[in-house]
C-alpha cells in the first residue's frame, strides 16, 4: 500500500504546487468499508482555505484519472493539516523553530548527560530547529538532540499563547 502513497504524493507535489501550495501528507487507508485518499496541503503565507483545497483537488483528480494509480473505488479529501500539523521534512523544524511541538521516537533516547531514568520515546516542547542530523527540542531546562531518523512521528503541538496575540 506504501507504493500507492508514493505514487500519489508525486502526483500531489505537482498538483499542490501547481496552485502555490506545499504537500504535507497524504495517506490511503479504510475507514469504515470505504477507502479513504487524503491529502494535506498548506501554503508558507496564510495558511490554506477552501479554495486552495478545492484547487488542489481539482488538478489532482484529473492527474489521478489519468495516471490511475489506484484500482479500487475511493473518495479523494484534500484540507490543510490542521493546528496540530505533521513535521515530515527536516525543512519543516527549521521553519517552525518557535512553535510547541510532540515528537515520538521509534526507540527510548536518553538525555546527554542524565541517567537512564529519563530515557523515553516521547517528547514535548519548543522545537529550536535542527543541528546537523538532529532536531532540537526544549522542555524546560532540557535541550534533547533528537535524530531526524528515529523520528517516528512529530506534529505541531496546540499553542493557547498564540490566541492571545
Given at each position: 500500500?506504501?507504493?500507492?502513497?508514493?505514487?500519489?504524493?508525486e502526483l500531489?507535489?505537482?498538483?499542490?504546487?501547481?496552485?502555490?501550495?506545499?504537500?504535507?501528507?497524504?495517506?490511503?487507508?479504510?475507514?469504515?468499508?470505504?477507502?479513504?485518499?487524503?491529502?494535506?496541503?498548506?501554503?508558507?503565507?496564510?495558511?490554506?482555505?477552501?479554495?486552495?483545497?478545492?484547487?488542489?483537488?481539482?488538478?489532482?483528480?484529473?492527474?489521478?484519472?489519468?495516471?490511475?494509480?489506484?484500482?479500487?473505488?475511493?473518495?479523494?479529501?484534500?484540507?490543510?493539516?490542521?493546528?496540530?500539523?505533521?513535521?515530515?521534512k527536516k525543512?519543516?523544524?527549521?521553519?517552525?523553530?518557535?512553535?510547541?511541538?510532540?515528537?515520538?521516537?521509534?526507540?527510548?533516547?536518553?538525555?546527554?548527560?542524565?541517567?537512564?531514568?529519563?530515557?523515553?520515546?516521547r517528547f514535548?516542547?519548543?522545537?529550536?530547529?535542527?543541528?546537523?542530523?538532529?532536531?532540537?527540542?526544549?522542555?524546560?531546562?532540557?535541550?534533547?538532540?533528537?535524530?531526524?531518523?528515529?523520528?517516528?512521528?512529530?506534529?505541531?503541538?496546540?499553542?493557547?499563547?498564540?490566541?492571545?496575540?
Amino acid at each position: 500500500m506504501s507504493g500507492i502513497v508514493e505514487r500519489v504524493a508525486e502526483l500531489a507535489v505537482s498538483a499542490a504546487e501547481a496552485e502555490g501550495c506545499e504537500l504535507v501528507d497524504a495517506e490511503y487507508l479504510k475507514e469504515g468499508g470505504d477507502w479513504i485518499l487524503r491529502v494535506y496541503v498548506d501554503r508558507a503565507e496564510g495558511g490554506v482555505g477552501l479554495a486552495h483545497c478545492a484547487a488542489v483537488s481539482d488538478r489532482l483528480e484529473g492527474l489521478l484519472d489519468v495516471h490511475d494509480p489506484i484500482s479500487t473505488p475511493y473518495r479523494l479529501e484534500v484540507s490543510s493539516p490542521g493546528l496540530t500539523r505533521p513535521l515530515k521534512k527536516k525543512e519543516h523544524f527549521h521553519q517552525f523553530a518557535g512553535k510547541l511541538a510532540v515528537i515520538k521516537t521509534f526507540r527510548p533516547l536518553v538525555l546527554e548527560g542524565a541517567g537512564k531514568e529519563m530515557a523515553r520515546k516521547r517528547f514535548s516542547g519548543m522545537l529550536e530547529g535542527m543541528e546537523e542530523d538532529k532536531v532540537l527540542l526544549r522542555e524546560g531546562e532540557a535541550l534533547w538532540r533528537i535524530p531526524f531518523d528515529l523520528i517516528s512521528k512529530a506534529n505541531l503541538d496546540f499553542d493557547p499563547r498564540e490566541n492571545d496575540r
